[in-house]
């Protein structure tokens, strides 16, 4: 049978179990959203620990705590922070995302696990009433949820961009420029309109894939910078009441030291609490990422495609079965992977955007905690797939050169070729008339006597197609 305790807040008692490190707070939230079953990810858990952390070291450094708390509770309380910031006790997290949208819930969460577990590093009886170690008067200490639950969304999401997905992204590109190195002589037709182009190479065709993708890294840096500016030290509205003049600067500091990212105290701090503007600039920047995504991954998909009846111009590597019922079938399945990731995203960015525009009513939003769970997924599963994709199939892809030549002399837009020599009306009729013929461009040129031999050979040489020249 389970055990329970009774813990009181200000409303009254409220029963939950035995055992856990929170509170009457908590648990309050815990039977009024029972919704989704998904409480906050783990990394806004451990950013929120961290803000924690550094407001506990504030607070230490004003000499405000010590007028409150021993030593030997202060370092106790930082000891906790640190403990849940590397991700201790993250069981005993469990309020759902769809809560009160400020995040209070979440934010007594934080608070009742460190006072409780503080307690117990003190040597105290983590379960004695009234607190040694308060949620509210001491690790809430000159703070709001409306100031520093959106700090920890920017501190989570932008250590999340600057150690994973940057990476991730720097690691694609890099590979996409190696093969574009690598198959810098491979003759083959572009396309435009999903129609025959002029010939180009495979290597050039994978540098566009590689620039879009350092495109998107600079896109994910600038989600980065987006986020730099932290609510810290705003409190309720954001005029900073119960919170000490040099707060938000030493907390900002603290939180800067800690993660190495360049974190600045917000320039105007009822804007800081008002609205969510860093989080949307920082999505929709990663929702440029998302699409960048989605046309790589389906370009060379499509560049894949056969063996027989399709484009095969890359041989994308077999990683598993692609049909339960056609033997031998092999899909590109990290390919179809990173599409779908990218339309997450995207659809993210949809949800993020009507919590901007309806969320926020005078001094405060109230859809954070879903902001948080949805920028944090994507920048999550951007990272993960990236890496993937990049390691298992663009690391192992291969030119099918054969094919990729296979088409120049079929293509009737070897005829761009002539226009500067004899026109683009009688060029357009030579690829009619090869159309209609089933015959190559040159053959036509060759039968009409179009150019000189040698003259024709160099204008219809698809090397030099591949650069500027006449």
Known sequence: MTAFRTERDSMGEVRLPADVYYAAQTQRAVENFPISGKPLPPRMIRAMALVKYATTCANRDLGLLEKVLSSRQIEALLKAAREVGNGALADQFPVDVYQTGSGTSSNMNMNEVLAHRAMEISGENRFASPKSIHPNDHVNMGQSTNDTFPTAIHVAAAVAIKNELLPALTYCTTVLYEKAELWSNILKIGRTHLADATPMTLGQEFSSFARQMELAYHSAGESLDALMELPVGGTAVGSGINTHPEFAKRVTEYLA?????????????????????????????????????????????????????????????????????????????????????????????????????T???????????????????????????????????????????????????????????????????????????????????????????????????????PMNMTKPGV
């Open 359 to 461: 969320g926020g009513q005078f001094q405060l939003n109230i859809m954070m905690p879903m902001m948080a769970d949805v920028l944090l997924e994507s920048i999550n599963i951007m990272a993960n797939c990236v890496n993937v994709f990049t390691r298992n199939c663009l690391t192992h892809l291969e030119a099918n050169q054969e094919i990729c030549e296979a088409g120049i002399e079929k293509s009737l837009s070897m005829c761009t070729s002539l226009n500067s020599h004899i026109g683009y009306e009688r060029a357009a009729a030579i690829a009619k008339e090869a159309f209609k013929t089933g015959k190559t461009i040159r053959e036509i040129c060759i039968e009409q006597n179009i150019l000189p031999k040698t003259q024709l050979d160099a204008v219809l040489n």
């Open 257 to 357: 030291k800690e993660t190495e990212i360049p974190f600045l105290e917000a320039k105007n701090h009822f804007e800081a609490n008002a609205q969510r503007t860093g989080i949307i600039k920082a999505h929709s920047l990663l929702k440029t990422v998302a699409t960048t995504l989605l046309n790589v991954a389906n370009n060379i998909r499509i560049l894949g495609s056969g063996p027989r009846c399709g484009f095969y111009e890359i041989r994308i590597p077999d990683l598993q079965p692609g049909s339960s019922i056609m033997p031998g079938k092999v899909n590109p399945v990290l390919c179809e992977s990173m599409m779908q990731v990218a339309a997450k995203v995207i659809g993210n960015d949809a949800a993020i955007t009507v919590a901007g525009v």
